[in-house]
């Protein structure tokens, strides 16, 4: 099963769900890769801090699947946001993976203590017209952070890859990026292995359509028109993520799942607000 794809601002063609590869890495995480775009991924999510774009480069070119098919992603540290580190970065990025471009470059974190991260963007914008890029993404932006790039570089990101899960389900933060026009993807779309799988109302909706758990949480974001980036290392498990389109879920399953939401709900309590990664 492949999944189909929604068309971005830039006009990139996003498949609707995408293969999460932390942590994978090493020749585990090649062969997860090489696998999981055998069960009919087409976007594969890494991070130059994940230390796996190497693993993910070995495993495309395993899969033998045309790389013009592929939406391969990675991300920005905040280490690299000022410009000619960013540039580097990518150039680093795409020797550690073998590849002459990635499809979707994004900004891991905005860190606004730093200040940087309108400078990042000004260089992903840049290297997109070198062709290193086809796309320029963020991750972890708030609305504030968004309306920022808009006014000072006249330009808005495609994509904007947040913390989004049954327990926190984003509403605000989907509304801002709709009206943007900006795609939210979703990290951590299965909560991580947390309790959320185990929660009656997700475990009584999974049965009712003969579903595992984790496909009916997928199911809810893909109806929200969020992309989930669901990692797994094991093949059923993968082929299970995938496959979500041939099922939906009714009007009151979607607010049952989404009334599981809490305003503390986030795994690890990372607020982009306040929360830095370098
Ligand atoms: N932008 C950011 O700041 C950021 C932050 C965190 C993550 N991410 C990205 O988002 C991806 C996904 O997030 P995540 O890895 O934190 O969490 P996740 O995908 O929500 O959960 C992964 C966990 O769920 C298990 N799992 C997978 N499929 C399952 C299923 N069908 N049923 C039950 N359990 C299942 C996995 O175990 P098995 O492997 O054993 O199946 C793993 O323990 C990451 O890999 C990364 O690419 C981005």
Redesign the pocket.
Known sequence: MTAPTYTLNDGLELPAVGF????LRGQAGADAVRDAIAAGYRLV???YN?ENEGAVGAGVRASGVARDELVLAS?LPGRYQRHDDAVTAVQESLFRAGLDHWDLY?I??PNPGQGHYVEAFAALLELRGRGLVRSVGV??FLPEHLRTLQEQTGELPSVN?V?L?PRFSQVDQRAADADLGVRTQA???????SSV?EDPVVTRIAESHGR????VVLRWEVQLGVVP??????DE??R??LALFDFALSDDEMTAIGSLTRPDGR?AGQDPATYE?M
Do not use: M
């Open positions: 999460g590869t932390y942590p999510d890494s991070a994940y991300k994004l891991h974190w991750s972890n890859q913390e899960h990290w951590s779309p299965l909560g991580r292995g799988l595992a758990p984790g496909q980036l669901p990692k797994s290392g094991d498990r993968r299970q993520n795994i990664e």
